[in-house]
């Protein structure tokens, strides 16, 4: 079962390098992390994750070694607007940066994502009614660039307002980050929002928020057959003996037919002695079995 | 459940080979292909020697192609790639063709009868500069030569062997050359050019060795433009860059001489701006003014002569000589639905040599290029042939006032193609012209049961093989019950329309369209795409369907739009718009009105929608769905992709109630710093998927997540969008997303290090697939991603299914929280590529194969099976019988599953697939230079019987049990009685 070990091992290996992380690229995490030292997967011959991009913050699986890092605290706007009106404050999203370099090049991840919803106004109350009277759409709209808003461009997201209001307004923002750049945001409410959207008011005015900051996964790489080839033990390993199968499972094919010669055989050697107890001969069992066999055809002469 | 498994294993073996190779026979039988060579550039005949005569010819296309006089059919035929763009081409001795091309930098030879490279030289130089090719039968040390300009260099070059013999550097940087002339039987070389644009220059060079002569140089006050025409070999003719005063320089021996005339002294009416038309006839050149083509003739010193003013659609020939000392040249004037044909000696314009007239299809256009040649008539006298270049691109040859032969390689630049069903067969369309009687059809049965049962001779063998592949049942102007026979409607770059029959590949109709044709309001107008506009069935069946032209007039994205509606079973343009507005995008919308006529959206430049057809019906369709339209934009050079709804009618001050204003709802901004857009795809609108749920090995079931509003995008890193290989793995990375375009979210989003473009992706179903360059494995790969939806997956058990408490049947919102899960692998892929289709069927319900357009011009089926993420390297027996294929790190190329079999479609630009009626059955068109057309059954043809099937010997089997059946029973009867009198 030396295979299953591999591949065990194998999908830790891609378990493990699907959480990069700036500090994965340093030679001491390679160290200090035994599994990859022990390995000797192929992932070790390929070159590490690339350093210009920077990785996904989800979930801190490790502590990072803490020497170059920095952390500030940072603050980025979200703006809605309720229909084709102009954008306004909303609320504020805070999150730490965590910056620290790594071979020159800086990697910058935000974590720790607090938002804080400003609640409406009456003013806002009217018109988030009045979206909700004519299923229009709620907008939102977030800095491209988290460090220098609004970056290149505004990310704006919609969503029709009927979408929102359960027992408070709830909503589901999933921003997806690329280092501080903001690609994407898909804002909408938590559950599901079936087609003839019906005029539901809130009972509360107050806002639920949800946020996942979500960064790229890494593909999986194609898988190499190569390297288990070579090192002979394993390729032998591939060889998986065939489970035994049982005596019926494995001759099932034969033993059919033969059962029903052997049930033909026997039904014969029992109508046999039938005949003999009848006391006919043989010779004139002859046309009465023809008879028989007749049968069928003059039944198709009649009809 | 030992024989449940003996089934699935059985079950699963067979399906392991769903190769569906072709036999030898049955090649052509389905399928066909058809080559062409693209717009004609430069021509040059091969008349000299007995034996087969034969045209050489290099095109806009960059194919070198010989081409048989008699019957226009292609000798051999070179494709040298986009890049290496042919200058010029010539015959010399009388074996080579030479072709000069990527910017004067290759010199080549080839062997006229068969085509084989002979040699090739690079040359290089100081600079750019235009490129001349000159063949001369000078001798140097015993080999001739030929004179090549190119780069700022000039170059004899060996014709034997390629070698370069000498070589004489012009690196004057302002240096612009603009003929190399011979004059005949002497051994020097002109080099002539401007300097600085105001100063002429020539260059006398001794052609043994390369040794400059002589170097004179004039001033003039005005600056040159462009072209000179050779008025003779020691005279040109050149106009200053207004336009307006007429140069002409002779430089005999090495003096240069001038004589500057205004154009208006030679013509009464002011011209305007007049440009050189390049020419090569002695004593005489052609000026084009905005009005017409002037023909101007130079007596003696400098002194011009008007000789012909004619209309703008007259073109000419360069010289011929035809015997010692005379040239001819070809005129073509249109004039109505004719064209004349003049030959005429260069020294007395009055006279012809030739004049024909010979009646042309409209649908060609104008004449665009004209080539001539001449031959011995049987009476001693002198013929001409002329190969002409059609507007449409098509090649004719014209000889004794006839077209010989035509091409229509208008065909080899397809832009879009659509299908269109054919007419169905009613009692009163005649289709007697293509039925058999039924004596020939007994005949070809009989024929067909003689091969079956191994009694045929091999000319009955022949006749079979004619038969099946001249069966005039697939060439039939009739919907068939399969529904393979069908039109498909291409637009080529020339503006034409083709519709191609599927049967057998022929025109069936072609129509040069009057919407993209040149005209003062439309300066370049191009073609954009096709769409269906009318499909009739049902209520509307006795219109013709009908095909949507979009085209616009210029190359930029705000240029007006243009739109034509075509009958697509006449080919007459029934309506043609010239549009207010441009076209950034064609939405074809899902709803039709009472004619059957499918509603489109078209948006501006501006954002700005605007529905067509503009009748009252259609609003008041369009207004029922008015706020469930969307639609996005790709910004590649920005990274920006945003989504759009509609808002109001245009607040423009033309009141317009078919355009309506949008709103932005959604956008996603990419870094510009880390990502570019290489590559978008979206699933097909007609694709049908059969099942939603896909049900897995432990009888479990996933949902596919199936969406027609999915798109998929493919950025990769700026600095590794070059070629492969000018990055390094750690720079660069491929990223790819899959969005929902209703409300802008990122379904999935991942990334493939030390992965670069050309990304070449396909999305079916819940499904994408997409092919790309590793750096670090140094291999192509091919990666799939199975998207899946888990708010349906608790739906599994069956007790929720009888009570009725599952969401099933809900509708699906965009707006609701996608709750998917994906699955991806990437495997290793031999070939790259340079197009991906997915097979598409009527229900799609037979299982589905890529085609994969490879770099060797083939297209090449590959089960999807092959790239299911689900794949591992032990797959469990439920698996297996699944059809789960065990793990491998690279996809299989098997051999036999290349569906163009032994054919190539050089320039394989994309692959189409259209559904035929037969659910077993799609339709496969590929096309770029060629054509090539065939059916193709993924899983089989397991619903129908397959053409060679012998209706005869079943028929005759059935008759043999009948008669067995009735002499049986007569027998028994008689035995019977027999048994019974006993």
Known sequence: MKW?????????????????????????????????????????????????????????????????DSDSKIQFSLDHAFGDSDFS??????????????????????????????????????????????????????????????????????????????????????????????????????????????????????????????????????????????????????????????????????????????????????????????????????????????????????? | MAIMSFIFAFFFFSSLQPILSLYEDQVGLMDWHQQYIGKVKQAVFHTHKTGRKRVVASTEQNIIATLDLRSGEIFWRHVLGPNDVVDGIDIALGKYVITLSSGGSILRAWNLPDGQMVWESSLHGPKHSKSLLLTTNLIIEKDNSLIVFSNGRLNAVSCIDGEVLWKKDFE??????????????????????????????????????????????????????????????????????????????????????SQQTPVSNLLEDSPGLAVIIHSSVTGIFAIKTDAATIFIRVIGEGKLEVVEKTNHETVVSDALSISEGQQAFALVQHAGSNIHLTVKPAHDWDSNLLKESIKMDQQRGFVHKVFINNYIRTDRSHGFRALIVMEDHSLLLLQQGAIVWSREDGLASIIDVTTSELPVEKAGVSVAKVELNLFEWLKGHVLKLKGTLMLATPEDIAAIQYMRLKSSEKSKMTRDHNGFRKLLIALTRAGKLFALHTGDGRIVWSHLLQSLHKSESCRQPIGLNLHQWQVPHHHALDENPSVLVVGRCGPSSDALGVLSLVD???????????????????????????????????????????????????????????????????????????????????????????????????????????????????????????????????????????????????????????????????????????????????????????????????????????????????????????????????????????????????????????????????????????????????????????????????????????????????????????????????????????????????????????????????????????????HYAPSRTYDSLTEDFSYALLLITIVALVAAIFVTWILSQRKELQDRWR
Not at chain 1, 157 to 162: I, L
Not at chain 2, 220 to 228: D, H, K, L, P
Not at chain 2, 242 to 248: A, K, P, Q, V
């Open chain 2, 172 to 257: 004057e940087e302002s240096l612009e050359v603009q003929q190399v002339i011979q004059p005949p039987g002497s051994d020097f070389i002109y080099v002539v050019g401007f300097a600085a644009s105001s100063q002429f220059e020539t260059y006398k060079i001794n052609a043994k060795n390369g040794e400059l002569l002589k170097h004179e140089s004039t001033a003039f006050s005005g600056r040159f433009s462009g072209e000179v025409s050779l008025v003779s070999s020691e005279t040109v003719a050149a106009l200053d860059s207004t336009g307006s005063i007429l140069l002409t320089i002779s430089f005999h021996n090495g003096k240069i001489s």
């Open chain 1, 89 to 303: 404050p909303a609320g504020t999203f805070s999150a730490r940066l965590k910056t620290w370099s790594h071979g020159g090049q800086f990697c910058q991840t935000l974590t720790k994502l607090r938002f804080s919803r400003n609640s409406f106004s009456d003013v806002e109350k009217e018109k988030f009614k009045n979206l909700l009277e004519s299923d229009d759409f709620y907008r939102i709209r977030l800095p491209s660039n988290v460090l220098s808003p609004p970056g290149r461009d505004f990310i704006i997201s919609s969503v029709k307002a009927r979408c929102l209001p359960r027992e408070s307004l709830d909503e589901h923002f999933v921003i997806h980050m690329e280092g501080v750049n903001v690609l994407a945001v898909n804002y909408g409410s938590p559950g599901s929002c079936p087609y003839p959207r019906n005029l539901k008011l809130p009972a509360k005015w107050s806002f639920s928020s949800h946020t996942v900051l979500k960064n790229s996964e890494q593909a999986p790489r194609a898988p190499v057959f190569t390297e288990e080839i070579l090192g002979g033990e394993n390729a032998e390993g591939e060889v998986v003996q065939p489970a035994e199968r049982s005596f019926w499972a494995k001759y099932w094919m034969y033993l059919i037919p033969l059962g029903l010669i052997v049930m033909n055989a026997i039904t014969q050697a029992m109508n046999m002695p039938e005949e003999q107890a009848t006391g006919q001969v043989p010779a004139q069992g002859q046309p009465s079995a023809g008879a028989v066999q007749r049968g069928p055809s003059s039944a198709v002469r009649r009809r």
């Open chain 2, 568 to 934: 697509s079973y006449t080919g007459k343009e029934f309506s043609s718009l010239r549009l207010v507005h441009s076209v950034a995008q064609v939405i074809p919308l899902p709803y039709t009105d009472s004619t059957e006529q499918r509603l489109h959206l078209l948006i501006d430049a501006d954002k700005h929608a605007h529905l067509y057809p503009k009748t009252p019906e259609a609003i008041d369709i369009f207004q029922s769905e008015f706020s469930n339209v969307y639609w996005y934009s790709v910004d590649d050079d920005n990274g920006i992709i945003k989504g759009y709804a509609l808002k109001t009618k245009c607040s423009g001050n033309v009141a317009d109630e078919f355009c309506f204003d949008s709103r932005e709802l959604w956008s996603i901004v990419l870094p510009s710093e880390s990502e570019k857009i290489i590559t978008t795809a979206t699933r097909k609108l007609n694709e049908a998927v059969h099942t939603q749920a896909k049900l897995i090995a432990d009888q479990d079931v996933m949902y596919k997540y199936i969406s027609s509003n999915l798109l998929f995008v493919a950025t990769v890193a700026p600095k590794a969008s070059g070629e492969i290989g000018s990055v390094t793995p750690e720079e660069s990375w491929l990223v790819v997303y899959l969005i929902d375009t209703v409300t802008g979210r990122v379904l999935h989003r991942m990334t493939h290090h030390g992965s670069q473009g050309p990304v070449q992706a396909v999305l079916s179903e819940n499904w994408v697939v997409y092919h790309y360059f590793n750096l670090r494995a140094h291999r192509y790969e091919m990666s799939v991603i199975e998207i899946y939806d888990q708010s349906r997956a608790d739906n599994k058990d069956v007790w929720k299914l009888v009570v009725g408490n599952h969401n099933l049947t809900s509708p699906v919102s965009s707006y609701s929280r996608a709750e998917v899960i994906t699955k991806s692998q990437s495997y290793f892929f031999t070939h790259s590529l340079k197009a991906i289709a997915v097979t598409l069927t009527v229900k799609g319900i037979t299982s589905k194969q890529l085609l994969i357009g490879t770099i060797g011009d083939q297209v090449l089926a590959l089960d999807k099976r092959f790239l299911d993420p689900r794949r591992s390297v032990n797959p469990t027996q439920a698996e297996r019988e699944e059809g789960i294929i065990p793990l491998t790190d690279s996809l299989p190329i098997i051999p036999q599953s290349y569906i163009t079999h032994s054919l190539r479609v050089e320039g394989l630009q994309s692959i189409i697939t259209v559904a035929a009626k037969l659910e077993s059955t799609t339709l496969v068109f590929a096309h770029g230079l060629d054509l090539f057309f065939t």
């Open chain 1, 4 to 68: 299953v070990k591999v591949i065990v091992s194998f999908i830790l290996t891609l378990s493990f390098l699907s959480f990069p992380s700036c500090a994965f690229q340093s030679d001491e995490l390679l160290v200090d992390d035994e599994e990859f030292g022990l390995e000797g997967a192929p992932q070790h011959r390929s070159p590490e994750p690339i350093p210009t991009r920077s990785p996904p913050v989800t979930s801190p699986t490790r502590k990072r070694h803490s020497d170059l």
